[in-house]
């Protein structure tokens, strides 16, 4: 039945993606715990996670775009799609939030009381300051410098916020090339950042040694920016789906929320990277 021409509310049938999109989050998660502390089969776990979470987002879109594509859809339920995704993206928020928030207790509260006089003979001759190990920490490293790669990827990330709206307005406008071209240049501008922070994380640890074994630093620096890059994967992937739904000839100026769904994400995604720059980089 066309929920457009009947104003009927779509109800999905019961579904087994959420129960494999939970299955790659585990194995991303005890993936990545077992290699960091380098536990045989660990890099195994954490790929298998992460091919299940491609399988996941590839099968579930391709079920909501089949859904859509038959018109089972009304306002009711794109509007419940875009509260949806808002909150989605509000959750995400408070996700950076906190490790902001744990970066900013660090170098402000943490590693100043750290060398007061009260904690002198706990920690004799830590000088704080920041970057920093932390006390009782003797691991040589270089921290990570802004005006290098990240600056590079910052403007690598701005440019793709342009492309993405720039295919926004050809898709408004009834542009099929626009909008196939700018989502081109977007998904190659968040493959090079990709590729970027790759390279960023080998020179770290090969040259700067600057690792999760790092102290504090290395911690704060390779979580907030790690979450970030996987972020960025994850919105590649979305914007990938989204260029082969638009040279298949889906979505119209009017009916395109998918679409609008991605491009919210990639742009929280560019705000994020702006306070990393700022704050994990540059200050």
């Known amino acids: 039945m066309n929920a457009q021409s009947h104003g009927a509310y779509y109800l999905p049938a019961p579904s087994y993606w959420p129960i494999l999109g939970s299955a790659a989050l585990l194995g991303l998660t005890l993936g990545a715990t077992l290699l960091i502390n380098q ?3 660990g890099g195994w776990v954490l790929l298998a996670g992460f091919v299940l979470l491609v399988w996941m987002l590839f099968g579930w879109f391709g079920q909501v775009i089949g859904e859509s594509e038959k018109g089972l859809y009304n306002q009711q339920v794109d509007a419940g799609f875009r509260w949806s995704m808002s909150w989605f993206i509000f959750s995400e928020v408070m996700f950076f939030a906190a490790f902001f928030g744990a970066l900013f207790y660090v170098r402000t509260l943490s590693v100043p009381d750290l060398t007061s006089t009260d904690n002198a003979l706990l920690w004799p001759g830590y000088a704080g300051g920041w970057p920093t190990q932390g006390p009782g920490i003797k691991e040589a490293f270089e921290p990570m410098g802004a005006w290098g790669i990240p600056a590079w990827n910052t403007l690598i990330l ?3 916020g342009v492309t993405v709206t720039w295919a926004h307005w050809g898709l408004k406008q009834g542009r099929r090339s626009q909008l196939i071209g700018g989502l081109i240049a977007t998904v190659a501008l968040g493959l090079l950042f990709i590729g970027l922070q790759a390279y960023e994380y080998h020179h770290a640890y090969t040259e700067l040694g600057l ?3 790092a102290g504090v630093y290395g911690a704060t620096f390779f979580m907030l920016t790690g979450f970030h890059g996987f972020h960025v994967t994850l919105g590649t992937i979305m914007l990938i789906t989204i260029l082969g739904r638009s040279i298949a000839g889906h979505f119209t100026p009017e009916r395109h929320f998918a679409f ?9 995604v560019d705000v994020v990277w702006l306070g990393l720059f700022i704050f994990v980089y540059w200050l």
Not at 260 to 268: L, M, N, Q
């Open 158 to 160: 701005l440019s793709s």
């Open 39 to 41: 536990v045989a089969g």
């Open 211 to 213: 690792t999760l074994g």
């Open 260 to 268: 609008e769904a991605v491009s919210w994400y990639w742009h929280f």
